[in-house]
């Protein structure tokens, strides 16, 4: 996908602050500093559009990039950051479970995971937690150039089979170093910005049928 004009829209930390439009959002959810905003910027091929953090933790707010004026991605609060005070982790939470059970507009959600470690049980609360918001979501595996491109296609499958042994839901590599897999996440992406707009549009005509029908 050829992306022209890409921006940093709000940092939001309470619904209020939203976009307030019916863009599809697509949420990046993931551990602190496993690569969020490195995906950002790989995707609209930007360097530093997304801000990057040696220091794990630092998004306690959702970010909003606007891309083209066609939708959204959307960065949440990392988790499983230790240094996070109870009361923050706490605030984090709520923030989040707002957000994703709430919120119309998103279309998918993409689950990032370490591609060299096995998930950990934080990461494995969180995907049950964002299954249970039953929305559409991919597993992406990053930091993919840090192992033997050989060994890429194992080690995504062997996540797979630790968050999703029944192996329903997409998983795919991926890497800001090698970006011959952007070209397979934008498919998806594409596949399901596309699906939310058909939703859209049967619930439009739905609600002008029930006012033809009402008013004939």
């Avoid at 602190?32 to 091929?45: A, D, E, H, P």
């Avoid at 993919?144 to 630790?162: F, H, S, Y």
């Avoid at 042994?165 to 952007?182: L, N, Q, T």
Wanted: charge should be positive; hydrophobic fraction near 40%; proline fraction near 5%.
């Amino acid at each position: 996908m050829l992306i022209k004009n890409p921006k940093f829209e709000v940092s939001a930390v309470s619904p209020k602050q939203y976009p307030n439009n019916n863009l599809p959002e697509i949420v990046l959810v993931g551990k602190s500093n496993v690569g969020k905003s490195s995906f950002v910027n790989t995707m609209i091929n930007r360097k530093k559009l997304a801000r990057t953090s040696s220091e794990p933790g630092k998004t306690r707010q959702l970010n909003f990039y606007n891309i083209d004026d066609k939708f959204y991605f959307v960065d949440l609060p990392g988790y499983g950051y230790s240094k996070m005070s109870k009361k923050e982790q706490e605030q984090v939470g709520h923030f989040i479970e707002e957000y994703l059970f709430n919120r119309k507009q998103i279309a998918l959600i993409i689950f990032l995971v370490d591609i060299r470690h096995k998930p950990t049980e934080n990461d494995k609360l969180m995907y049950n937690y964002v299954i249970s918001a039953k929305l559409p979501f991919i597993i992406l595996t990053n930091k993919a150039d840090k192992i033997a491109i050989t060994k890429v296609e194992g080690a995504c499958k062997e996540i797979q089979n630790e968050l999703n042994p029944i192996g329903d839901a997409v998983c795919m590599p991926f890497s800001s170093e090698r970006k011959i897999y952007s070209e397979n996440v934008w498919k998806e992406i594409e596949h399901f910005i596309n699906a939310l707009y058909f939703l859209i549009f049967h619930h439009y005509l739905n609600v002008l049928y029930l006012h033809l029908v009402y008013y004939i």
